[in-house]
Nanobody
Framework: QVQLVESGGGLVQAGGSLRLSCARSGRTFSSYAMGWFRQAPGKEREFVAR????????YYADSVKGRFTISRDNAKNTLYLQMNSLKPEDTAVYYC?????????????????WGQGTQVTVSS
């Protein structure tokens, strides 16, 4: 089992920044890669970004490329999502998730463990 706990969400004005954190514990050796997803009201959960835990290779959705940065701190066993130049359309519940798949994975079904989510609201 892998436990994931997100934090750092909140209310921010358009153009502002937030940094989300995801603390992981448990059988972390089985988490080859981690990802961030988001789900807006009435919409399906969508991929945001992914990072390979060993090596740090990253991959982003086109909608956030250049504005969001995914990173991890091995010593703290924590995943981050730095979000800059936020837009109202970024409003959603953000989830971190872990996967044992080494290739680039953007589908929710490829991720085994999920956090509880943290709300991000961007006002115009």
């Amino acid at each position: 089992q892998v436990q994931l706990v997100e934090s750092g969400g909140g209310l921010v004005q358009a153009g502002g920044s937030l940094r989300l954190s995801c603390a992981r514990s448990g059988r972390t050796f089985s988490s080859y890669a981690m990802g961030w997803f988001r789900q807006a009201p009435g919409k399906e959960r969508e991929f945001v970004a992914r990072i390979k835990w060993s090596g740090g290779n990253t991959y982003y959705a086109d909608s956030v490329k250049g504005r969001f940065t995914i990173s991890r701190d091995n010593a703290k066993n924590t995943l981050y999502l730095q979000m800059n130049s936020l837009k109202p359309e970024d409003t959603a519940v953000y989830y971190c998730a872990s996967t044992t798949i080494l290739g680039i994975t953007t589908q929710t079904n490829d991720y085994s463990y999920w956090g509880q989510g943290t709300q991000v609201t961007v006002s115009s």
